[in-house]
């Protein structure tokens, strides 16, 4: 069975520092990687996806991650965060029969301070 | 505007009672979904429906039922909920399978 492990559950940072969330998958076959956000009392938002091709993906609000098949990861980066940002971020793979399920991580609750 | 909406948002309910949170989209979308989240574990899929009519169990059945009559709806059913169904449920649609989700806002529900 496909699944997702986000690495760390909680990151904190400091307005305008760079950031990395980091996603490992654990897959047999061809993925479709995703990371969606959630801000407080929000349902999730597609951040970016890799579905093939080129294997740095740039998403929306100047996130990007990459994929590394050799080291089954999708970790996200932003260079320069706001408090904006702050958020819970899920990655998730989507598995099953003609990729019918969307399999996700634990989340990681990313907070930016001032 | 392009939506998943869910109702209701909040329930609060007692053991046993039968329930039904509702799902409707929009989008002409084939695929839907309804997930459970919980803290610490994420998102769980419960069931999922690729078609009117077709349904399928996600990775935590138990204790839910669904239904696909029209394309557009996708109700969830707990036929006797209990305190460990207490939880945030999201609704979500896609074009069909292999494409991005879009989810709803959330129906926050509390079983006592």
């Known amino acids: 069975a496909q699944s997702v492990t986000q690495l760390d559950s909680q990151v904190p940072v400091f307005e305008e520092a760079p950031v990395e969330l980091r996603c490992n998958y654990s897959?047999?076959?061809?993925?479709?990687l995703f990371w969606y956000v959630q801000y407080p009392n929000q349902g999730l938002q597609l951040l970016l996806k890799y579905l093939s091709g080129s294997t740095l993906v740039k998403g929306i609000n100047g996130f990007e991650a990459e994929f590394n098949k050799s080291q089954t990861s999708f970790h996200l980066r932003k260079p320069s965060v706001h408090i904006s940002d702050t958020a819970e971020y899920f990655c998730a793979v989507l598995t099953g029969t003609s990729g019918s399920r969307l399999t996700f991580g634990e989340g990681t609750q990313l907070t930016v301070n001032p | 505007e392009a939506q998943v909406t869910q109702n209701p948002r909040y329930l609060i309910t007692v053991t046993g009672k039968k329930l039904t949170v509702t799902c409707s989209q929009n989008m002409n979308h084939e695929y839907m979904s309804w997930y459970r989240q919980d803290p610490g574990l994420g998102l769980r899929q419960i069931y999922y429906?690729?078609?009117?009519?077709?349904?399928d169990k996600g990775d935590v059945p138990e204790g839910y039922k669904v239904s696909r009559k029209e394309k557009r709806n996708f109700p969830l059913i707990l036929e006797s909920p209990s305190p460990n169904q207490t939880s945030l449920y999201f609704c979500?649609?896609?074009?069909?399978?292999?494409?991005?989700?879009?989810f709803g806002p959330g129906t926050r529900l509390t079983v006592t």
């Open positions: 429906s690729m078609n009117v009519e077709v349904t």
């Open positions: 897959s047999s076959v061809s993925v479709y």
């Open positions: 979500a649609s896609s074009l069909n399978t292999g494409y991005e989700q879009y």
